[in-house]
């Protein structure tokens, strides 16, 4: 069954009205009439869909994005081809925020357990038979939790959540705009579905970007105790099936985790990071944003990768860099730092 989403998008709007809203300025001769239906990335935007471009690097989506409408700096207008609609803007990405809370208004605050019902378990929430829910446990409306699932005393199941069966939710776990497989075991205070830490910066100030994606959480996979999991922005934050997460793990918007990965305590995965299957990280280790990490890669504990990480590799230390070369460099520093002190090394000299 398709899931009918979160977040109602208000839309459309007209192109003119939009610009307004944003603070962008249409070129001349452009119809300012035309339907904008919704805010999409450049890669999956379509003739309805407004997107936007804020870094150089991504110059080359302009020439392949089908959007019908792009908010960018004046630079970059004149990239635009076809029908496009340019709204011009100095700062485009304060503009997608602004468009966001245009279209998803809602997304502003997460949902959790909306209603007014005043059960525990709201009527509207669908819950298969052989489904165990404890005391204290609160499911929201339009909830669906499969048979044979139990969800531990004070956990919490937000509104539209589904997940699947003979799964555990532990006590005190929040689970919100998230879509969970069968056989998945989250450990007590796991957090899942909670805004990406998403703002458009500027000197007047930090303004918040909407976070319409969701979680989507694959079969077999187990999460430890305190683990968060951020929504995604515009596309979903996905783990992959069999993957096993330790406690205290921090996983931002729109990662994308393959099968079968391992995850010590206290890793940070950094927004837009994809890795892929059978993928290791050490504890303490991370990443930052938009880098890709290849299948069978091991990131040892501590390590910081900086870059991506190709199939099969072994990295360490930060930057994260080759295993070999990483301990070469250590043996390096160790023997310099074991050579006798010189006449001038003294202490006070």
């Not at 979160?6 to 809203?21: D, Q």
């Not at 919704?38 to 991504?58: C, E, H, I």
């Not at 357990?113 to 489904?131: F, K, L, N, Q």
């Not at 079969?219 to 997460?245: C, F, H, P, S």
């Amino acid at each position: 069954m398709l899931h009918p989403g979160f977040f109602a998008n208000k839309g459309p709007f007209p192109v003119g009205e939009l610009a307004r809203a944003v603070g962008a300025e249409l070129l001349p001769g452009a119809d300012g009439a035309r339907p904008v239906a919704d805010v999409r990335p450049l890669s999956d935007a379509g003739p309805a869909d407004v997107s936007f471009l804020d870094n150089r690097k991504y110059l080359g989506q302009l020439d392949v994005t089908k959007a019908g409408f792009v908010m960018l700096q004046p630079a970059f207008a004149p990239r635009l081809s076809g029908e496009a609609i340019a709204l011009v803007t100095k700062a485009p990405y304060r503009a997608f925020a602004l468009a966001l809370q245009t279209f998803y208004p809602e997304a502003m605050h997460s949902k959790a357990a909306t209603g007014s019902s005043g059960h525990a378990v709201d009527p509207t929430a669908r819950i298969e038979e052989g489904a165990v829910i404890e005391p204290g446990a609160v499911v929201g409306p339009e909830a669906m939790i499969g048979r044979g699932t139990r969800i531990a005393a004070g956990a919490v199941i937000g509104y539209r959540v589904a997940i699947g069966r003979d799964c555990y939710i532990g006590p005190l776990s929040t689970v919100v705009h998230s879509l969970v497989g069968d056989r998945v075991i989250l450990h007590s205070g796991v957090r899942l579905g909670q805004d990406g830490f998403g703002f458009a910066m500027g000197r007047e100030g930090h303004l918040k970007v909407p976070q319409i994606g969701r979680v989507i959480i694959q079969d077999d996979v187990e999460i430890g105790a305190n683990t968060t999991i951020d929504r995604g922005a515009l596309k979903d934050t996905i783990i992959g099936e069999g993957t096993k997460i330790d406690n205290l793990v921090q996983i931002g918007h729109n990662v994308i985790l393959g099968r079968h990965c391992v995850i010590v305590a206290q890793t940070g995965i950094s927004g837009s990071t994809e890795l892929g299957d059978f993928v290791v990280m050490g504890g303490q280790s991370g990443t930052v944003g938009h880098i890709k990490v290849g299948s069978g890669a091991q990131i040892a504990g501590a390590a910081h990768a900086k870059d991506n990480v190709a199939p099969g590799a072994v990295v360490a230390g930060t930057p994260a860099k080759p295993l070999k070369e990483w301990a070469r460099e250590l043996a390096i520093v160790s023997r310099l730092a074991a050579r006798k002190a010189g006449p001038g090394d003294a202490e006070g000299n």
